[in-house]
């Protein structure tokens, strides 16, 4: 598993309303043929086996931070946990992310102070709740973009034919690196969206999550209720 990180930066001028977004975060799979000695957890819900690439990205659709290598059948909450991110985030003598401050994903994540989420919809949602999830919606999509574009840059990640998982995993993360190199110097391409299955699970809330939990909820609502 790897992981590195990158300068965190607002989202100026794209943040649709939506105030201090520094980056949106969403997982991917990398299909991979079939491992030696696990091939159970390496199989996921579309019946194949894959390994997960975990990432934020920034408005430019620059990867800020990666996390690769979990099992297919992981679900996003749980690589979410097991990363350096979530253990920088809720380190509380010195958090990576400043309270005004957030990255932003889907209802697979958990709602924290540092990771905002969308309203989940029971079919019920107030006008402000919907406006704020099309705004959230807008903002977000530019991760699942920047998958596209990875995989549409080196097609071979579509399916990794290799069976040692280190190098795997280190193959992963240079096209990672490579691609913020393109955009470093500024080659365009038109954007690829990738088709990512919206099919979520309710992430736990763990207890020492809880005040965290509640500052976001707080602070989702005052973002909520200012959106004009």
């Not at 043929?33 to 408005?59: E, T, W």
């Not at 992981?74 to 991110?85: E, G, I, Q």
Request: proline share 4%; hydrophobic share 35%; glycine share 6%.
């Amino acid at each position: 598993m790897h992981f590195f990180l990158l300068l965190f930066q607002i989202f100026r001028g794209r943040s649709r309303g939506i105030p201090n977004v520094i980056g949106a975060i969403d997982g991917t799979d990398i299909f991979i043929k079939q491992p030696f000695g696990n091939a159970v957890d390496y199989y996921n819900r579309y019946q194949s086996h894959s390994v997960i690439l975990q990432a934020v990205c920034d408005a430019n659709k620059k990867f800020i931070n990666i996390s690769v290598g979990h099992p297919g059948r992981m679900h996003d909450a749980r690589v979410f946990r097991r990363s350096s991110l979530y253990q920088s985030i809720i380190n509380e003598d010195d958090p990576l992310i400043r309270p005004e401050n957030h990255i932003i994903g889907d209802c697979a994540y958990p709602l924290l102070q540092e990771v905002l989420t969308p309203f989940r919809n029971t079919g019920h949602l107030t006008n402000g709740q919907i406006r704020y999830n099309t705004r959230f919606s807008s903002i977000r999509s530019i991760i699942e973009r920047a998958f596209g574009l990875l995989k549409g840059k080196w097609k071979r990640l579509k399916y990794l034919d290799m069976s040692d998982m280190e190098l795997l995993n280190e193959v992963i993360t240079a096209c990672c690196v490579l691609r913020n190199f393109i955009i470093r110097q500024g080659e365009q391409e038109d954007d690829e969206v990738e088709n990512i299955d919206e099919e979520e699970e309710i992430a736990p809330i763990h207890v020492n999550e809880r005040r965290r939990h509640v500052l976001g909820e707080i602070k989702r609502e005052e973002i909520m209720n200012n959106l004009r």
